[in-house]
C-alpha cells in the first residue's frame, strides 16, 4: 500500500449487497423452486386427464361472481347426459362442497386456510380420492382471488375466468394475468344491468387489451340466460379432447 494512501479492505462483491435486495433475491428463487415445482405436477395432471379424455375446466374469479350459481345450474341441467365431478377450493367451510352435493354431483373439498388459491399438488391428491373416470368433465372452482390463481397452472384443459356486471368493467386491466391466462371470461349476472353501472362493451373491450384471444359469454346463471351458449362450449371443448388421438389410461392415479 502507498504511504499515506488511505486503508481499505477487500470485500466479496456478494457482500456488499444490500440486506434488502438479498431478501428479495431469495424470494425471487424460492418463487421460482415453487413454481417450477407446481409446474412439474400440472404437467403430470395434464397428462392424466388427457390421457383419460377428462375434461379439466378450472373456474376462477373474486368473490361472490356466483361461480358456485353457475356450477349448480350446469350440473342440475347436464347432469342426466354427462358424468361431472367438482373440486372445490375455498379457505374454510365445507359449504360449497355441500350445494354441490345437493345436487347430486361427486364433490370434494379442499380447504387452503391461509393459502389464497389451489396447486397443483392440492388437485393431485384430490384426484386420488375422486378418481374420475374416462370421458366425464372435472371442473376445479379455484379459491375466490384474480391474483394467486393466475400463477399457478392446476393442468387444467381450459381456465374460465368469471366475472360479474356488480363488479367494474375495468376488472381486467386490474388484473391482467388471470384475463391474459384465461381461455373465456364469462359475464355472470347480466339480469342486473338495469340496476348496476357496468358496460359489457367496455369489461369485453379490456379483456380484449390484454388477451385478444379470449371469448365471452354472458349469462345469468340465477335466471338461466345464456346458458346454452355456455353448455354448448363446453360441448366443443369436450369434443374436441375426445377427438385427440390418445389411448386411454387405464392405471390408477400415480
Known sequence: MRAGAPAFQQVQASNMIHPATRNRQREIELERDILGKNNSMARHNHHHFAARHILAINLVSSPGSGKTSLLERT?????????????????????????????????IQINTGKGCHLDADMIHRALHELDPASHSILFIENVGNLVCPAMFDLGEEARVAIISVTEGDDKPLKYPDMFASSQLCIINKVDLLPYVNFSVEAAKANALRVNPRLEFIEVSATKGDGMSAWYNWLSSRESALN???????QEPIE
Not at 358424468?83 to 354431483?105: C, H, K, L, S
Not at 377427438?243 to 389410461?249: I, M
Open 243 to 249: 377427438e385427440s388421438p390418445r389411448e386411454l389410461l
Open 75 to 107: 350440473l342440475t341441467d347436464l347432469k342426466a347426459s354427462h358424468q361431472f365431478y367438482v373440486i372445490e377450493g375455498d379457505q374454510q367451510t365445507m359449504n360449497d362442497a355441500n350445494r354441490i352435493a345437493a345436487t347430486g354431483v361427486t364433490a
